[in-house]
């Protein structure tokens, strides 16, 4: 949408923002050609000016020819401009389009952000315009030349102006335009990194329980295998189930990349598949506990996958990093928010205190990027009577929360 409307905006835009950029040497052309057609239809109007001879030619062709390198040297194209247009007007030629290419030099200077130049450039023709028609005249030809009207004056003047507003108006529009192009980037990448840490999240949190529930039934089934087959095929069946879940999930979040346009295939999980979670734990030798407080209402999409996945990671870090084989989860219901606290008693394996994971992994920061990506807050830490303890606390505003980001 935003480039539709940048693509069909003002119809001038366009001109605008070609303005400077394009190939220098094709509007030189145009003003050399235009200048000297132009003076010599000059020529016959004005029969008390001086009449066109080979320096006046060579004038009227420096100022475009220097018009070629206004886009690399815009200054200096301004100031030599202006100083080949009062050579030609103290020589008493024709008025005519001789002022169009000083136009064009100090428009150019403009655009480029030299202002100071482009004024400075007006400024000396401008003076010495007023030298030469009200002092100098007496010397200068045309012979018998009285000063020049102040009429005219004022509305040399008022052209300049003009032409040095538009200019004025096309830089603040062009960098205008500039900023927006460059915001509407920041923001593209900024959406661009959201999606890939939401996908890295789902990512960690699907493979990360998969992989601690395969890991331990992979264990059970090897330590049983001569001892209690049959104990052995129920872990080996426990690893399938949970290794086709995991190719599931993991093919629903690659499905978002191949097709971002389209809906996800199936719902994404939520806290009405806490018990299928309970479950996946108890085939792991977990034992979880489950108790609710308030009363429980729908959540929205965000906040729902959020608070499987926090509690997901909650009980796979129990699982790889705790001894315990038991984990509390009470889940709170507030009028405004839902709280998720998952409670083991330990001890640690691996010399991480009260099952926090060891090595730094990615399960804790992967719990508070979700909870504050909606605005929420996690917290975790051994309990004071050992073990360790999360606690999650998650807006159920989530969406008014992220129409105020």
């Given amino acids: 949408m935003d480039e539709l409307r940048e693509r069909h905006g003002p119809p001038w835009r366009r001109w605008v923002e070609r303005t400077g950029r394009g190939p220098a040497w094709r509007s030189a052309l145009f003003v050399a050609v235009f200048t000297q057609i132009g003076a010599g239809w000059a020529a016959h109007a004005q029969s008390g000016r001086v009449a066109l001879d080979g320096f006046a030619r060579l004038l009227l062709l420096i100022g ?24 030609y007007v103290g020589a008493g030629y024709p008025y005519g389009p001789v002022f169009l290419g000083l136009a064009l030099a100090c428009f150019a200077a403009v655009v480029a952000g030299h202002r100071r130049a482009a004024w400075g450039a007006v400024g000396l023709f401008w003076a010495g315009h007023l030298l030469i028609g009200h002092w100098l005249y007496r010397w200068l030809p045309p012979s018998g030349d009285g000063p020049t009207p102040w009429a005219q004056e004022v509305g ?103 097709s971002p346009g389209e809906a996800p295939r199936s ?28 009363e429980a209402r729908a959540l929205p999409p965000g906040v729902d996958l959020a608070a499987f996945r926090i509690l997901q990671e909650a009980l796979t870090n129990v699982v790889r990093h705790s001894g315990s084989r038991t984990a509390r989860i009470r889940l709170t219901w507030r009028p405004h928010a839902v709280e998720l606290q998952v409670d083991d008693e330990g001890p640690a394996t691996g010399g991480a205190p009260g099952g926090a ?27 004071p009577d050992g073990g360790f303890r999360v606690i999650a606390v998650l807006p159920l505003q989530a969406d008014a929360f992220e129409e105020d980001q």
């Fill in 156 to 258: 040399a003047t008022a052209w300049v102006l003009a032409v040095l507003a538009v200019a004025e108006l096309v830089r603040v529009r062009r960098e205008q335009w500039a900023r927006e192009r460059a915001e509407r980037a920041a923001a593209e990448r900024r959406r661009v990194d959201e999606e890939r840490l939401r996908i890295a999240r789902e990512l960690h949190d699907v493979l990360a329980h998969s992989i601690s529930v395969i890991n331990v039934q992979a264990g059970v089934g090897l330590a049983l295998l001569d001892s209690d087959p049959e104990q052995a095929r129920t872990a080996l069946a426990t690893i399938k189930a949970a290794s086709k879940e995991a190719l599931g999930e993991v093919r629903q979040v690659l499905d978002t990349l191949r």
């Fill in 64 to 87: 475009p020819a220097l018009l070629v390198v206004r886009h690399r040297h815009p200054v200096a194209v301004a100031y030599g401009v202006s100083v080949a247009t009062l050579v």
């Fill in 357 to 383: 994971p060891s090595g730094g992994g990615n399960g804790l920061v992967g719990m508070r990027e979700r909870a504050s990506a909606l605005g929420g807050t996690v917290e975790t830490g051994p309990r």
């Fill in 267 to 294: 719902p994404a999980p939520g806290l009405d598949r806490l018990p299928e979670l309970v479950e996946q734990a108890a085939t792991a030798g977990l034992s979880v506990d489950v108790t609710a407080e308030g």
